[in-house]
Each structure stands twice: as C-alpha cells, then as structure tokens.
C-alpha cells in the first residue's frame, strides 16, 4: 500500500494512508535508520519499509507492506 511518511513537531514521524484518509503516529521502529525494517503505528499495523538512502529526505510517498494479513 502507498504510505506518505513525514515528520511533524507535533507528532513526530507518522504515516498517511492516502486510500483510507488516515494519519497515524509511528510508535516504534526496527531501526534508527527507518528504512528496510518494519514501523509499528498507533492503530496496530507493522508494516514493512522499503530499503531507501539513509539521506532520503522527509515527507516522502513509499510502498510498504502491511504484516499480519489482509492489506490495509
């Protein structure tokens, strides 16, 4: 599923579902890094990040992949 990630001074990083309307904050991460592991969300979903540059540069709009079952 297509998930815009951004930072925010509010929230702090968080996730956007463009198909669903939905803004989540992200609660913890694999890695410091963020890219190539998976992000938990406050709802509950873990989903999966693609391998990116350490350097990309926030908002940015990726494909991750919703662990546990049916896509998101």
Do not use: H, Q
Request: hydrophobic content about 40%.
């Amino acid at each position: 599923m297509k998930v815009m990630i951004r930072r925010s001074p509010e929230t702090g990083l968080s996730i956007y579902v463009p198909k669903k309307d939905r803004e989540e904050p992200i609660i913890e991460v694999e890695f410091e890094g963020l890219w190539g592991g998976w992000v938990k969300v406050a709802n509950g979903w873990v989903l999966d990040l693609p391998e990116m540059p350490p350097e990309t540069r926030l908002p940015v709009t990726v494909v991750a992949r919703k662990r546990g079952g049916e896509e998101a």
